[in-house]
């Protein structure tokens, strides 16, 4: 069992930063992969970002070239560095760790935390 909890959230204009982190509960230099998702209102949770134990990264096409995931494994954090915000971007942002099998499954979840970019 993998406990979650994410910092970094806000309010932020457009065209504004944020870096969220995500602290695990036990180390996490075993685990395969690592991601992020988000789901703003009235939407389906959307894949942003994963990265895996050897470095490999992928990133939704609504956020390459804006957002950097990255991990820190001796600190059991994951990051993520968001660039060039804009109101579509709004959204509860959750961190989660898994595997890959052809694709990302996540098997743990944090409780989420809040970005809202304003116009």
């Known amino acids: 069992q993998v406990q979650l909890v994410e910092s970094g959230g806000g309010l932020v204009q457009a065209g504004g930063s944020l870096r969220l982190s995500c602290a695990a509960s036990?180390?996490?230099?075993?685990?395969?992969?690592m991601g992020w998702y988000r789901q703003a209102p009235g939407k389906q949770r959307e894949l942003v970002a994963t990265?895996?134990?050897?470095?490999?990264?992928n990133y939704a096409d609504s956020v390459k070239g804006r957002f950097t995931i990255s991990r820190d494994n001796a600190k059991n954090t994951l990051f993520v560095q968001m660039n060039g915000l804009n109101p579509e971007d709004t959204a509860v942002y959750y961190c989660?760790?898994?595997?890959?099998?052809?694709?990302?499954?996540?098997?743990?979840w944090g409780q989420g935390t809040q970005v809202t970019v304003s116009s």
């Open positions: 989660n760790a898994g595997y890959f099998n052809g694709r990302y499954y996540p098997q743990f």
């Open positions: 990265i895996t134990n050897d470095g490999t990264t």
């Open positions: 036990t180390s996490i230099f075993k685990i395969p992969a």
